[in-house]
């Protein structure tokens, strides 16, 4: 069974801070991960999504990196700002054939000015 | 668009009462799906539907049902509410097509229905 971690579990940082956040699955044989940001109180935006055929992905000052022989993703934020302050969940789709997606409990980052 | 849209934002319900959270989508989207989110935890999905007429069970599915009459909307229904079913309920909808590598198979969510029952 498909089990999704994300280390830490909250993290605090003073702004300007260049930071990873990690996320691991147990089975390697996954069709893509998807990085999302969630807003207190508000539901998930999509950041990222890299196949499964990709090592990588950036967005601005996002950048997400795929392994998936050793069952890990991580997603950069370089300069961090007060405004990247959020939830950041990890989820994989396993397969073609299914689109559902099995989530992480999520990294909860703070920035401080 | 507006994209996938909940309501109502906010419910309590007594045990044993039943609601239904309504969701639509205005994206022409035939994926639709059903989460919930637990204190501290991800999401874990409760129902799912490939399209108009089709849904299938996720992995937590107990306690609920659903239907799709239409594409666009994907009502979940709780039939006797219990307190175990205190949570956040998501909304997401997403469309199988060929496009670049961000959009394929890209959920979106809605901003939720935060749900107490007592």
């Known amino acids: 069974k498909q089990e999704v971690t994300q280390i830490p579990a909250a993290l605090s940082v003073p702004e300007g801070e260049n930071l990873v956040l990690n996320c691991s699955f147990t089975d390697s044989a996954i069709y893509n991960l998807q990085w999302f940001r969630q807003d207190p109180g508000k539901g998930l935006t999509s950041l990222l999504l890299i196949q499964s055929s990709q090592r990588e992905q950036t967005s601005g000052r996002l950048n997400a990196s795929l392994d998936k022989s050793s069952g890990r993703s991580t997603l950069y934020i370089a300069a961090s700002q007060p405004g990247d302050s959020a939830t950041y969940l990890c989820a994989v789709r396993l397969s073609y054939n299914t689109d559902k997606l099995i989530f992480g409990t999520g990294t909860r980052l703070q920035v401080f000015p | 668009n507006a994209g996938v849209t909940q309501t109502p934002k906010f419910r309590i319900l007594k045990i044993g009462q039943s609601m239904t959270l309504q969701c639509t989508q205005d994206?022409?989207?035939?994926?639709m799906y059903w989460y919930r989110q637990d204190p501290g935890m991800g999401l874990k999905l409760i129902y799912y539907?490939?399209?108009?007429?089709?849904?299938d069970k996720g992995e937590v599915p107990n306690g609920y049902n659903v239907s799709r009459s239409t594409t666009e909307d994907f009502p979940l229904r709780l039939e006797l509410a219990a307190p175990s079913q205190t949570s956040v309920y998501f909304c997401?909808?997403?469309?199988?097509?060929?496009?670049?590598?961000?959009?394929?198979?890209?959920?979106?969510f809605g901003p939720g229905t935060r749900l107490t029952v007592l």
């Open positions: 994206m022409n989207h035939n994926y």
């Open positions: 539907s490939v399209g108009a007429g089709i849904t």
């Open positions: 997401a909808s997403s469309y199988p097509g060929t496009g670049g590598a961000k959009s394929y198979n890209e959920q979106f």
